[in-house]
């Protein structure tokens, strides 16, 4: 499974709280961009494998993500992830994009 089209990998990182044991719990974030945006795919950890919910998708506008990056605790853990990594994030996140709604959003605006 390739990226979204148009969008690079900027980074994965691991967050978690402070004392947690990284291998029990905490979340992961794998980050793409496409020039002054971020699509951010949060996973959240229960030991080892990714949990059906929660899941969540930002979509995420800065000109200046070094300063808005320093701000997530997640930065300091950051990690390269393997090809079959990257391969079960975009899996996910296309199975997310799928999943959602679309047609009945613009209601929101009526």
Do not use: C
């Not at 494998?49 to 990056?69: G, M």
């Amino acid at each position: 499974m390739k990226p979204p089209a148009g969008w690079a990998l900027k980074f994965a990182a691991r967050g978690y709280k402070e004392g947690e044991d990284p291998g029990r719990s905490g979340s992961t974030r794998i980050v793409w961009t496409n020039e002054d945006w971020f699509l951010v795919l949060k996973l959240f950890d229960d030991g080892g494998s990714f949990p059906k919910y929660p899941r969540t998708i930002k979509f995420w506008q800065t000109l200046n993500f070094r300063n808005d990056l320093m701000k997530w605790t997640s930065a300091q853990n950051r990690f390269k992830p393997t090809s079959d990594e990257l391969k079960a994030y975009t899996s996910i996140l296309n199975e997310m994009w799928s999943d959602l709604p679309l047609d009945t959003l613009p209601q929101l605006w009526e």
